[in-house]
């Protein structure tokens, strides 16, 4: 693409991603552990204060960007002009072209939450959902993500250090990783892939969005939003996480590991290709 | 306990814990899968609507109630004079005896957001936390831990069957579990335990809680207000969760797992009396 993208003005202000701290065993000795860092950020929208995330603070100004990309509260990435990180007063200032139509309204009605059980949604993300259209012309291969599962291991690293954080990756159909985003919140971690997506003007449309978390409502939600599926989790699901995956038709597999998976709803996108183990005999 | 303890009125509107889906393995067979249930029940507190939690449905009368405890809009559950739970309509309404002084006020800075990143506090409980004051007359011996992780682990029944799920437990120090709830998400399964606190008069000031979930700093806000000294995790910590659990002085482990724990703040309370393994002579 010789196009040069667009790009707000944005700061640069990634936080540390772990710290340590003294722990004492079972035995009487001190073992120095990573943590994993915590931080309020207070988002501001045309100088309207919106919510106070808590992060790890690794990719802040994509946070921001994915957040207001995923409530909808931004329709393209140049309606931004500038997305500002402070963490000496732990805010984020987000400045629009001509400002958003509707602001106080649209977030005055937060009431469906996340899969976290007491997240915030602004809006009525539930009816968007009804006109979601995901391609039906892509299939993945279960060779490919087999190569995905192997190759997401290697990008762990916060969580092998400290734990206590999800990871979520786009990645390609042939299980390149595309972005890989670690945060203390699983939701923020998804956010953060949408700012980037935006950044980086990558089409979900042919992706795979592998997440370490569970496969809640929310999170089936703004993986459709942003047109990618397949969804790939390493843990289970709810409920309602599979109601909505198959209204969406989304490819959603979970219980995703080594050469495992459970394919629960979209199984028409996906091919097996493995060979298949021979019966003792 | 002869006295008649005070029950505001209540409904009894537990929802099935697991559903089965089909799913499809690798080999391709057909693999009837437990789910956990997921459903959104909207808070109205005497009417003005509050919140919308996404819960298992497991106890949610509890929960409503341990929400209003937590949030810190009821003082009291003789406060509360009826608890209403019905899932035609999703909802749940809290009638109070006074009504909430503030209400309005109190609820509309939802700022400061809990550890899953995007969940809503109401109010500024960390002002609260600065007051809080745990006993320090109180011990417990690494053995009556060991108990306890030991006993925990039969009551996960709906993670062993569907995983999604958090557990978190209410314990006296000798191991014996008092109440033990899992929710999808973790912050319900605290608030859970908080409502039954309150319904069963239990006072926290020398008991243990145990979650399966991150000590991330909403959850260690939550168990300094119910004045509980000893918070155990099975999984790692944030370090806002450590910065909080110092200045609250309250006796926080980690990565609890059969006899293996890192004891990271007050450690004080912490009593070894387990056998040492004797070094390899």
Request: aromatic share 6%; hydrophobic share 40%; proline share 3%.
């Amino acid at each position: 693409m010789a196009a040069k993208r667009y790009r707000p003005q944005l700061t640069d202000a990634a936080k540390p991603a772990t710290f340590e701290v003294e722990a004492v065993n079972g035995r009487g000795e001190m073992v120095p552990t990573a943590v994993a860092g915590e931080h309020p950020l207070t988002l501001y929208l045309d100088k309207m204060e919106l919510v106070t995330l808590m992060t790890l603070g690794h990719a802040p100004e994509a946070l921001a960007i994915g957040y207001l990309r995923n409530q909808r509260l931004v329709g393209a990435l140049k309606d931004i002009t500038a997305v500002q990180v402070d963490w000496e007063t732990e805010s984020c200032a987000v400045t629009t072209r001509k400002g958003v139509k509707d602001l106080k309204q649209k977030t005055g009605k937060r009431t469906v939450t996340s899969g976290c059980g007491q997240g915030t949604m602004f809006g009525s993300l539930m009816d968007e959902i009804d006109q979601v259209k995901l391609r039906k012309d892509i299939t993945l291969a279960d060779e490919q993500l087999f190569t995905l599962i192997d190759k997401v291991r290697k990008y762990e690293t916060i969580y092998k250090q400290a734990g206590a954080v999800h990871g979520c990756a786009l990645a390609s159909r042939e299980g390149e990783i595309l972005m890989f985003v670690e945060d203390v919140g699983r939701h923020n971690a998804v956010d953060a892939i949408a700012g980037f997506m935006w950044l980086e003007a990558i089409d979900g449309s042919d992706k795979v969005f592998y997440t370490t978390g569970r496969l809640t409502s929310e999170m089936v939600i703004k993986c459709a939003q942003m047109r990618i599926p397949f969804l790939v989790s390493r843990s289970g699901l709810t409920q309602m996480g599979y109601q909505i995956a198959q209204k969406t038709g989304i490819t959603m597999l979970g219980r995703a590991s080594g050469r495992h998976y459970l394919a629960f709803t979209g199984r028409q996108r996906l091919l097996r290709t493995a060979p298949q183990p021979t019966a003792f005999a």
